[in-house]
């Protein structure tokens, strides 16, 4: 391992993979540091047991039977070490490692295509605006019938197959032969890779005449200035409110988060501290002139809100800064940073503990699960155990007389009630699945709308008959839903098909707009705002 850290960015790693749409690749696929002083790495050498790994590598190379890989056994003895320390502790490999670095920085060199392999054909579903794709022709709803030399239609290729033949240097060609519906016979277009930046931002919009909303997905190195950026153009349209959607967002760095919380206060007050066995307490400061600092706040919060999403919210909630809105967070308080080694791979190693304002400790308790230890296969899954209730721990108290607790994740101001049929292992199942993607992109992608989005979002509903007829596609897709399930999940199952069919149509951000239409999350958070307007909608 290199004696020098990497100091330069802090991981307050995700709790879980981020999902990343492939926008460079096109295929969809699986998103916290701070500045300090460098570093020499502790020996190995610290007792004397320690030399036993260092000896039982050297004992299998010189004299073990067979030849083996080397590079395997001591990847694997590695692994096998930080998993026994923490679940957020990991080793990565390589190419694990570069996907994590280009996640969390939002940058990739490729195309800006996003595809779906529908039917064993790659049908091309977004562009990012000017990437090079839109710069070289391609159009959504084209479908590839080869890349380079590679014939694919009617073939099953492999998401690292065409991850191969898309890929490439900056300012390399990449070119692909096309099937468009307005035209007889392929079209043969070629894109220049190039480096392509994607915001961490899904949406920023205006709900309301007052109501700015801005969706996060992960706090990538950019976020702070694109919400700052976002927050500055939400206010000349008449902003006065602010709905801030974390749901679902794992994390990213820590650094970040801090920037981010300092942009709803007018002074430096903390935002979180840190502190463990061999880091001592430091403190975040804001930075201060915050370009949200005034007007209400309205955080968005559910159980996949995780790690430096937390940072945020508690500092919002400890200082009485915002209202909390949805279910109690993940609870991921532990800080990682990164040590390389020569060969790229990487140790996300967990260094400290990071606190709200108030001092609470909102980590999840985890235990180890050694009954999983009966078998190899079993050393790197499954061997922690995640404690999933809460109990109060310590009891603090906000200026304004609010009283909050430490425990397993922070418990929203306002809790929205779970949705039993969201929960359902049946509409995860199908979530899971690719099943509203296909009969979406079977469905609704031979022509374009001829009205324009304000239109679809004001007044698109998906018809009966297509809700049945997406029933009948399960059906002979050997899905058994009983009428009375069908019934159940019509209207999450109708937002979701509409949510596709609008981000087909009109792009990512229109998907989030559909889905606002008709959240429960949404519209506790209007009711917060403006309690006697909404009161008086419901009545009617």
Do not use: C
Not at 410 to 439: A, G, H, K, T, W
């Amino acid at each position: 391992m290199q004696k020098g850290r990497k100091r330069n960015i802090f991981v307050a790693a995700t709790y879980a993979a981020t999902l990343l749409l492939g926008l460079i690749l096109g295929q969809n696929y699986s998103d916290q540091q701070r500045v300090t002083s460098g570093g020499s790495l502790v020996p190995i050498g610290l007792s004397d047991n320690a030399y036993k790994i260092q000896q039982v590598v050297d004992l299998i190379s010189t004299r073990y039977v067979d030849s083996i890989n080397m590079d395997s056994v001591q990847n694997g003895a590695i692994n096998h070490i930080i998993s026994h320390l923490d679940p957020y502790s990991t080793f990565l490999m390589p190419n694990e490692s570069q996907s994590q670095t280009e996640i969390l920085e939002g940058t990739f060199e490729g195309i800006g295509m996003e595809y779906f392999n529908l039917n064993d054909t790659l049908l091309v579903v977004g562009l990012i605006t000017n990437g090079p794709a839109d710069k070289g022709g391609f159009k959504v709803g084209d479908r590839i019938l080869r890349i380079g030399k590679k014939e694919l239609a009617g073939k099953t290729v492999s998401k690292e197959e065409v991850e191969k033949l898309m890929r490439g240097k900056r300012g390399s060609s990449v070119e692909m032969a096309v099937l468009r519906d307005s035209l007889t016979t392929p079209l043969v277009l070629k894109a220049v890779r190039d480096q392509i930046n994607v915001s961490s931002l899904d949406v920023a919009y205006m709900l309301e005449p007052t109501v700015g909303f801005i969706r996060i997905r992960r706090f990538s190195l950019k976020t702070a200035e694109e919400f700052k950026t976002a927050v500055i153009d939400l206010k000349k349209q008449g902003a006065k409110n602010l709905i801030l959607d974390l749901r679902d967002n794992g994390g990213g760095y820590f650094h970040i988060a801090i920037k981010m919380a300092s942009e709803f206060f007018t002074d430096q007050r903390l935002v979180v501290y840190t502190e463990g066995a061999h880091e001592l307490r430091q403190d975040y400061l804001s930075e201060g002139k915050g370009a949200y600092a005034q007007g209400k706040l309205i955080l968005l919060v559910n159980e996949r809100t995780a790690s430096a999403s937390e940072v945020v919210s508690g500092a919002v909630q400890d200082w009485d800064r915002g209202t909390l809105i949805g279910r109690r967070t993940y609870g991921k308080a532990t800080v990682q940073e990164l040590f390389d080694f020569s060969d790229g791979s990487t140790i996300n190693l967990s260094i400290a503990r990071y606190y709200t304002p108030l001092g609470r400790s909102i980590q999840r308790k985890y235990t180890p699960n050694w009954s999983n230890m009966q078998d190899y296969a079993s050393m790197y899954h499954g061997l922690w155990s995640l404690d999933t209730t809460y109990a109060h721990a310590m009891s603090y108290q906000t200026k304004l007389g609010k009283k909050l607790y430490s425990g397993g994740g922070i418990v929203p101001d306002v809790i929205v009630p779970v949705d039993s049929n969201e929960v359902s292992l049946l509409y995860q199942d199908l979530m899971r699945s690719s099943m509203l993607e296909q009969f979406v992109y079977s469905r609704f992608t031979k022509k374009l709308p001829a009205y324009s989005i304000e239109n679809f979002l004001q007044g698109y509903t998906l018809p009966a008959s297509e809700y049945n007829g997406f029933m009948r596609f399960l059906a002979d897709k050997g899905w058994r839903i009983s009428p009375r399930k069908q019934q159940d999940l019509h209207d999450l199952i109708q937002s979701d098909i509409e949510a596709l069919v609008g981000r087909y149509y009109f792009g990512r951000e229109a998907y989030f707009k559909v889905k606002n239409r008709n959240d429960a999350f949404v519209e506790q958070a209007l009711g917060q705002i403006k309690p006697v307007q909404t009161l008086a909608s419901n009545r009617r």
